[in-house]
């Protein structure tokens, strides 16, 4: 397993806080719940890594556990599951040489989405208090929806461009002409019928 004590920088460049379960790394002093870590470490001492994934993730999916979440990201990057690893890392605000690659890997999943990396994250990491990581990304996350909603109301309140002319005639315009000409014939039928009237002899 990696060494996961240290704390990680954010994604943009800010520094990580500490990861202990008291403050800092979550700003909350919730107790921990060491039960379901012992537990958790059992089923990873025997093989069993998808007992202990389900545990951990129960566990911080309703409760801010830092402990939990290192080891939950352990167990995914010993299952080799990169991007689920990071995202454990990064919400537990821990560093190393595998925690930088699983992060990446974690960012590179979504595509450097903020609002799908932010989503990604535990229920627990997300609610508040936040550490300065996790709400840097929550503000780009924010950043980049307000972009979208701004980008789609544009394209929205943007009127159509009228249809082009191709340039050929359409039934329409026939239909028009046909008519046209035949008026103008009945029009001059009618004026040489007044015409013999008129004259005397015609």
């Known amino acids: 397993m990696p060494d996961t004590r240290d704390t990680a920088p954010a994604p943009d460049g800010t520094g990580g806080d500490d990861p202990t379960g008291t403050t800092g790394s979550t700003g909350s002093s919730e107790p921990v719940d060491s039960s379901v870590v012992d537990e958790a470490t059992a089923a990873v001492e025997r093989k069993e890594l998808w007992v202990a994934r389900d545990l951990l993730a129960a566990r911080v999916r309703e409760e801010r556990d830092v402990p939990a979440l290192r080891l939950l990201g352990e167990v995914h990057h010993g299952m080799g599951d990169l ?6 890392w990064f919400g537990a ?42 709400e840097a990304l929550r503000a780009k996350a924010l950043e980049a929806r307000d972009a979208s909603d701004a980008a789609a ?44 009237w008129m004259v005397p002899g015609g």
Do not use: N
């Open 83 to 88: 991007p689920a690893a990071g995202a454990a």
């Open 93 to 134: 605000g821990v560093k190393g040489p595998e925690v930088e690659a699983a992060v990446e890997a974690w960012r590179a999943s979504h595509g450097d989405d903020f609002a799908a990396m932010w989503r990604s994250l535990p229920r627990s990491v997300r609610q508040e208090p936040r550490s300065k990581k996790v």
């Open 153 to 196: 109301t544009a394209a929205i309140g943007t009127p159509s461009s009228p249809p082009e002319s191709t340039g050929g005639i359409d039934a329409a315009q026939i239909i028009a002409w046909v008519i046209a000409a035949f008026v103008v014939v009945c029009a001059v039928v009618g004026l040489i019928e007044i015409l013999r």
